[in-house]
């Protein structure tokens, strides 16, 4: 329970209070993060703020006889036009927090204690902008992939095989759902103008890609489908992701209802008096601004009965460039306090979609 700030009167003499044993700081409680954004980091520069992507399409061919007069050896055949893209770091952020040596150190039994204490709190400013990048990077990148990416045909798991029943019905859709993503993805190693945005001729590989579902949905068919335990062959890896992260951008101001479960935050905002990382729920009857928050597809973890899309994102696809990260520090000697600062910086990662990458989606329906 919380700590009153009082001592325990002592049981045997009442003018006496029983003393406090031993304080323990505990550190910030936030590790191991990672997720699919951390393969996409690109380098980042102190000296400039844009990187360039060109992309070419195929040539042609033409009939050729000795004797063909089609063109001659003066006749310029240029390549098609290119098509450059643009990656600039326009977004920079600052964790601020103020620490002293002295006013706060009064209220610590021992040294050794307040100096834990002020380590954990300087310690939450690389924890913070650990956690900052996760929840933008793995929300934003998600949420735009899912607007953007081309739509394979629905996997059908509502008609099962006659006679299919009880267990075997879920192991059917595992084993299904999974024929059906090998399929889809053999087609993109064909060469095609279909999936990319630029129209232009590419191929593709499996490995090319991750392929992200939502956390739950997965266990199924990990736990479901025995030939994938026994012999994995060249099927999908799938990549989990926590099911929160999948939505609909909200182009629209509104109010979140009195009991929201689906509204959570795009971008990092203190919303009444809680400061939400992107991927967080609203609080009840908010007001929210356009393009600062989105739906949610899942409430909960999805199972394999559960309809859901399933993102394919080219592994060089979303590109992360990150400007400088400095920490500075400011001393003020009339307060005797010391304001840190963690400042750092990034490219937009919403519109960070390279044309040039296949970016693609199938969902499942089972009704």
């Known amino acids: 329970m919380a700590y009153s700030g009082q001592l325990n009167t002592n049981e045997v003499f009442a003018s006496l209070f029983n003393m406090i044993i031993s304080t323990q700081v505990f550190g910030t409680g936030v590790d191991g993060l990672s997720g699919i954004y951390m393969k996409r980091k690109v380098d980042g520069t102190l000296y400039g703020d844009t990187k360039l992507y060109i992309s070419t399409d195929v040539l042609r061919s033409y009939g050729w006889s000795h004797t063909d007069s089609t063109y001659n050896l003066l006749t310029q055949k240029r390549p098609p036009a290119p098509v450059i893209e643009e990656i600039v770091i326009d977004i920079f952020r600052q964790i601020p927090v103020s620490v002293d040596n002295y006013l706060t150190k009064r209220a610590f039994k021992d040294e050794g204690t307040f100096g834990q204490f002020n380590g954990v709190v300087l310690a939450w400013m690389s924890k913070t902008k650990e956690v900052y990048e996760h929840t933008t990077y793995t929300t934003q990148m998600l949420v735009a992939a899912q607007a953007g990416a081309s739509a394979f045909t629905a996997i059908d798991l509502s008609t099962p095989p006659t006679g ?144 859901i899309t399933i993102v394919m994102i080219h592994k060089q696809d979303f590109p992360i460039m990150s400007a400088f990260s400095v920490g500075t520090s400011f001393f003020n000697a009339k307060t005797l306090v010391t304001n840190q600062y963690l400042t750092f910086g990034h490219n937009e990662i919403e519109d960070a979609h390279l044309s040039e990458r296949a970016l693609l989606k199938v969902a499942t329906s089972n009704s």
């Open 164 to 307: 299919t029943t009880g267990l075997d019905v879920n192991v059917w859709k595992a084993q299904y759902a999974f024929k059906k993503l090998d399929d889809y993805m053999k087609e993109i190693m064909e060469p095609s103008r279909d999936y990319n945005d630029l129209g232009f001729l590419r191929t593709y590989k499996l490995s090319d890609f991750d392929v992200v579902v939502p956390i739950g949905w997965m266990s199924d068919v990990k736990k479901l489908d025995v030939p994938f335990l026994f012999n994995a062959d060249d099927k999908p890896n799938l990549v989990e992701v926590h099911w929160k992260y999948f939505g609909t951008k909200i182009g629209s101001n509104g109010t979140t209802i009195g009991a929201n479960v689906v509204v959570r935050a795009l971008v990092e905002k203190v919303y009444g008096a809680v400061n939400l990382f992107p991927g967080d729920l609203l609080p009840n009857s908010t007001a929210y601004l356009a393009d600062e928050v989105y739906t949610a597809d899942y409430q909960a973890a999805p199972d394999i009965n559960s309809d």
